[in-house]
């Protein structure tokens, strides 16, 4: 079984927005987090979602899920304090799903609306294959390795690095197990589940996903998420898109 395992539980203070979460914003007459559920709704290869969301915005969750005709969210349950919590939650909620079965799960922000169909599928094979997938993207621009003094260490070589976005996808007993023992150690505060996987000794493979797929974090963020979706709407009507 292949799990989308979403988290939704931010407040989105940075997006300054006094009226929803980030993931509630709408964009051309959806908010995000459905903008984010459609992809993995619609695809082939998945056969169930989980969400990790806002405890009091669950019932409008369902209201959207019903709206917007997406049938695939199996459960959903309250958000964590922390990313990583949210996640855990989130990981709680496939293991019941899937009862058992040896199952993937591609772990992914629910306001990173902006991946492709072919990303989720890249990530399955991946982690078929390897055990893991990491979606990344090439780096454009200079990465600096700073000191706490703010003086620089190093300037790796841009072909050495990669800028990890979304989905970060395991078999669910392995990242679930992962969580587990963090809980256990009182390891609380890690990043993301690429983190905490390659911490507790994990080999982690790559994908190349579009350089689009950004995080809607702040103000320029949901301006560029925009921008984009009006240029693939622009590349439909005039045939640019297959």
């Known amino acids: 079984m292949n799990i989308g395992v979403i988290f939704a539980g931010g407040v989105g203070k940075r997006m300054n927005s006094r009226v929803k979460p980030k993931q509630f914003l709408n964009v051309y007459g959806k908010p995000i987090i459905i903008h984010t559920l459609e992809l993995f709704d619609n695809h082939e290869e998945i056969d169930a979602i989980v969400v990790a969301c ?71 094979a991946s982690v078929k294959e390897h055990g893991s997938a990491i979606t990344s993207v090439t780096v454009k621009e200079t990465v600096l390795v700073v000191s706490k003094d703010n003086s620089i260490d190093s300037v790796p070589k841009r072909e050495d690095t990669r800028l990890a976005r979304a989905p970060q996808s395991f078999y669910l007993d392995e990242i679930i197990g992962a969580h587990r023992k963090a809980i256990a150690e009182n390891k609380l505060d890690f990043i993301d589940s690429c983190s905490m996987m390659q911490y507790y000794g994990k080999k982690l493979y790559l994908i190349e996903g579009p350089q689009e797929n950004i995080k809607i974090t702040t103000p320029d963020d949901f301006y560029t998420m925009r921008a984009l979706l009006d240029a693939k709407e622009e590349a439909q009507i005039y045939g640019l898109e297959e």
């Open 54 to 124: 806002l405890e009091d915005w669950i019932p409008y969750l369902r209201e959207l899920l019903e709206k917007f005709n997406i049938k695939k969210v199996k459960k959903i349950v309250p958000g964590g304090s922390s990313g990583q919590e949210s996640i855990y939650h989130g990981l709680q909620a496939a293991e019941e799903v899937a009862g058992g079965e040896k199952s993937i799960v591609l772990i992914h922000d629910g306001v990173r609306p902006l991946i492709h169909a072919k990303t989720i599928s890249d990530n399955i």
